[in-house]
């Protein structure tokens, strides 16, 4: 197969066999803060972690620690290492599809190879880098594997409204029933979902496409099954009606009480957003997105799927969240808005494809030193992150920086 087709491949899987090496020398040795040791512990004994209940994620985590159970720690078995691994590797993938729309949007508007693939690879490699990312992606935590269904939502939307191939929208609706018990913020890829369906979709798809997001839905069936043998974490209690409704309702939690967006509260609630976002990539960095309309310009539907997603996991999700901005808070809610920093890793890498292709046109040497300046910018982030003594009992990077920039 004539891989000068396709610049996507060579991309994703060298972002994601890069990351996930990097992941794995940084990853946490053991249980960490938070909700670490509670959501081990359910894995461990297929039991039911925090509200909503994580089926997927739980059995998931299970057959990670399962896979990995010759992993001790000081002599002693360590479960925490395979789910510790398993959010390493999501984390991988997630940078990997990055690098993947980025080369296969540019290859498809017609970008050379080189081109399309420096720009998937430095935006995969800035987005695997990102302090909150790579914080992420080193622990016992949901986040990565929520951000690898997103991404491999907007994969496939893409295809789809590439292609005009209305078979993609069977797997998007599954992996909308399966998204929603990733994370309840997954309803916000709702939109992406329409505009697919309407641009690819017809009528007669409805009744299998409702089908498949119940089908993706069926995983819920766990939860009481798994409650129905007591194990040491059931939270809860979902073998009755009564107790799964108010797991999957989150019933503990506060009720949702959005901001409103009009208020100088919200105002500041995004100015927080907008500190945590510089505090991803630099303010050059993000001024590249900029020049990603020039890789869009005919392709308006696939431009409109981004900018909703984008707008979603900033404008409506920081109204939703409704957050006080004592820095306690938002060290607990930040994570909530890395897709929005993954979206905004994809535009960065189509301005930064956008560049390179002027660039080339200056000649071969002028072309692979802008090429090298490129991979240098996507790997700065990596010294400027790295804290060794941090990762020898944290792993990663992020767990305790400063959220004022």
Known sequence: MDTERHPQRSACLFVFAFSLALYTLTLAPTVTLEYSGSMITAAHHLGVPNPPGYPVWTLLAWLFQRVFGFMTYHGHPNPAWGVNFMSAFFGALSCGLVAWIVSRTSRDAGHRFAVSAVGGI?????????????????IAEMVTLNVFTILLFLSLAYLGISQRDRRFVYPLSFLLGIGFLNSPTFVLMIPVYLIACLQVGSWKQIPALLGLIVLGLLPMIYLPLAAAQ????????????????????????????FSDVLSLQYAEQMLAYSKLLLLQFTPPVLLLASFSLFVLKRRTLWLLALLLCLFMYTFVLTAGLNPELDLQTLFIVRVNWIPSYAVMAILIGFGLTQLLSVVSNRGRSVFWLACAAAVLLSLSPLAANFDPEFVKYFGGSGQGISLDP
């Open 122 to 138: 430095s935006a995969g490699l800035l987005f695997a880098f990102s302090p909150f990312m790579w914080s992420q992606s080193v």
């Open 230 to 257: 007591n194990p040491p974490v059931n939270w809860g209690d979902a073998r009755t009606r009564e107790g799964f409704l108010h797991l999957i309702n989150r019933g503990q939690y506060e009720r949702l009480t």
